[in-house]
């Protein structure tokens, strides 16, 4: 199998999309992947990914694509007519997979409201066959999940101590995205019982863990003839929660694959394969981005690169790692946006997957245990990313940025790397890692369980189970070995070894002539703890490190107004880092 990265050109805005071709024995067959809105996109996309990888397997060629607005792909999705860009990439990425993969019948297959497009697909005779996998009937049923779901996390916000949104947002806030009042509009209007479809097509509805689907549109479809399947898609709900926690659903994968044998072999090509549809970059004004690859001795990374069309020597580039296990468009697709901007203005960036995560090879399995985040290889894979971005022709003078553990390796990274000048840490909750670090952590919490909130959380699952078992055990450990240590001894705590860490790793980076930033925002442990030990109040002694803080109390800056004032304070930072390599250069 191979697997190959691009953009849909032709009319409209270019379409990042990831074609998986099969190594040999090729059915004929394309499967065309259509992503869910929102937060649920980001949660599937390494599912959708090893989807597209188990049907390449089986001999079809898959094709995944960002919509327009979304991902990798141009545009903001603000941007107007946007449903109609949406349903304009959905056709042009099946025209691709028949006239550049060269396949005879496809099938398209959408994740929620990606459903509405395979749909259209069929509607139009663009595809032969579609599978709706959690797909509401109706449009606005969608849009009340989709505010349900906003509401529901506003209030857990809240809970934690998160303020309200300081202004009203135009449209639908959810998950970290805003459906804007077109898309709503436009979405709104949808009723698949009410579409026609040929006569010849096949469908498939794939219910959410057993719901079923909607038998209105089950009897509404059969009753015009339509050959309609349906399947009980458990899996669902252990997809679309946090990436790290995601599980693909690999019996759902084998119901469509079956249902999938079962329909008519595709007929032979009778022409060759046609070329043009195919760019390998997107340029938009001055600038450009490009899918890159890092082939290390293991593993193959993947990235995207965003650069203006005339480098400048000497300025510095913007390294983006992963946001914990989300890809690398960022968290809220911030990513995404601060590349280009600062591409624009002559800074180019690299977005990166490490091992497992987004598009790069390797077990994602692994980050159910926070620790493997930590794991020294993954550092050891930025520096051979930066040497590939290096040899690219990329200035050597990099800015490594990442949220949660991405700040880690970021961090990590500037200590152990001469070309990386600084580390842009965004809600990093560890610089150095320690086992026992969040038991510690815990410790300091306990006072919080007397507090009903905290119970409330604990037995609607917000805090995983195993957590506070570890905890438990930790506590009871510590307690027994202090009752058998000696007396007058006093062994330093773990706060007070990353306290020494932090201190140590500020003058290393001082002397090195690197810089340390850091942007927190309310509630984030490490933040509490390195102004407690009074290292954030030290400019004399480190004036390498610097710290903004900014309002809100959310780990991943999923309030849009938050998402503001991270870009706020994330300019800066990045204004200062390209002033001080002009006045070195």
Known sequence: MSERSFYLAGEGEAVFASHHAPASDATGRGVLLLPPFGWEETATHRARRDWALHLARRGHDALRIDLPGTGDSAGDLADPRRWESWGAAARRAASWLRREAGVTRVTA??????GYLAFGLLAEARAEEAVLWGTPVTGKRFLRELAAFGALEASRIAEAGGPPSPERTQGIEAGGFVLPPELEAAIAGIDLADASLPPSARLLLVGRDGAGSSQRLVEALRGRGVDVATDDGHGYAAMVVQPDRAVAPH???DAVAAWLDAAPAPSPSLSEPSRGLASPELLAGATRERPIEVALPSVRLRGVLAEPLNVERGLPTLLFLNAGAIRRTGPNRLWVSWARRWAARGVPSVRLDLEGIGDADGDDARYRDVARFHDEELVKQVHAAVSALVELGLPARFVAVGLCSGGYWAYQAALADER????VMVNTRVLQWHEHLEQARDLRRTRLLVRPVTWKRLLRGDVPLRRWKGFAAWVAARTLGRLGARRGA???????????QAAAGFTSLRDAGR????????GEPLRDELTEAG??????RWPNVSCRFIPGREHTLKPVWMQRFATTAFDDVVAAEVALAESTA
């Open 109 to 114: 297959v959408g994740v929620g409201s990606g």
């Open 251 to 253: 019996g759902v994968f």
């Open 420 to 423: 990386v000048a600084a580390a």
């Open 490 to 500: 006093s062994a330093p705590s773990i706060l007070e070894w990353q306290a020494r």
């Open 515 to 522: 810089r340390a930033h850091f942007v927190f925002c309310d």
């Open 535 to 540: 290292l954030l109040t030290h400019p004399e």
